[in-house]
């Protein structure tokens, strides 16, 4: 079973920017989308977006604008970048295989440890 790792977290100041990277141990799927999620302190794991095998992003509402997904299929590596980060994007980021089931995503591998990011002066 391909495996994810996510990668480049850190400490930034508030309004900086930061690249994640999201590694497949393999060929990542023909099949499933990606998805980025994100886990703040005391809250629950929420999605900010999915990018399909044919490079179509999807976002959460909320994450429009400041949040960019991209695949580079040739290092079998997706990316999250963030954009004039905030005090309230602190979380542990994840990367997840999934699909769309009508209005539902269905994620269906081993959730990782992720990469923390925390934003502060």
């Known amino acids: 079973q391909v495996q994810l790792v996510e990668s480049g977290g850190g400490t930034v100041q508030p309004g900086g920017s930061l690249r994640l990277s999201c590694a497949s141990s393999?060929?990542?799927?023909?099949?499933?989308?990606i998805g980025w999620h994100r886990q703040a302190p005391g809250k629950q794991r929420e999605l900010i977006g999915a990018?399909?095998?044919?490079?179509?992003?999807i976002y959460v509402d909320s994450f429009k604008g400041r949040f960019t997904i991209s695949r580079d299929d040739a290092k079998n590596t997706v990316y999250l970048e963030i954009a004039d980060l905030k005090s309230e994007d602190t979380a542990i980021y994840y990367c997840?295989?999934?699909?769309?089931?009508?209005?539902?995503?269905?994620?269906?591998?081993?959730w990782g440890q992720g990469t923390q990011v925390t934003v502060a002066s």
């Open positions: 997840n295989t999934g699909y769309r089931d009508g209005n539902i995503w269905r994620w269906v591998g081993t």
């Open positions: 990018i399909k095998p044919s490079g179509i992003t």
């Open positions: 393999g060929r990542m799927s023909s099949v499933y989308a």
